[in-house]
């Protein structure tokens, strides 16, 4: 009856140790992939022309590494397309820019409640312009702002 006992004693203490072990919480990578896009508007000022809007389609994907829980830092690349038509004192055109930047960030990722999260992103990027072209009637004129 000894033995029984001892052993149903040491079968319990096992398993409750292992129920122990499975109650950990799993660890999460300090890197994670952060992806976003978006469309809108914007507005070409210019000084002796008419100023025209572009339409807007952009997105970046960045690799943020966690410092704690709530702060990280990021980088990546991004690509933004703008185009649209316009007119100045050559005539009508179409307008395509596309730009491509670099971000370095410094990332918030905190949780307020059960079901809410403030996510934000400030930083510095540093940007190019990789297209730039109008499309007159009769002719094109490429990358005229170069950099």
Known sequence: MKKITSLLSCFLFLAMNLLQAQE??????KF???????????????????????NSNNGEILLNYK?????GV??????????GNGFNSVGNFYHERNLLKIPALVTLNAKIAENIKIVGNLGFYTQTIIKDEYRFLN???????EG
């Open 67 to 71: 410092l704690n829980q709530k702060f």
């Open 24 to 29: 950990k919480e799993e660890e999460t990578s």
């Open 32 to 54: 994670n992939i952060i992806g976003y896009g978006g469309i809108g508007y914007g507005i070409v000022e210019n000084n002796h022309q008419p100023n025209y809007n572009l």
């Open 74 to 83: 990021a980088t990546g690349i991004g690509f933004n397309e703008l185009s």
């Open 139 to 145: 002719n094109t004129q490429k990358d005229i702002y």
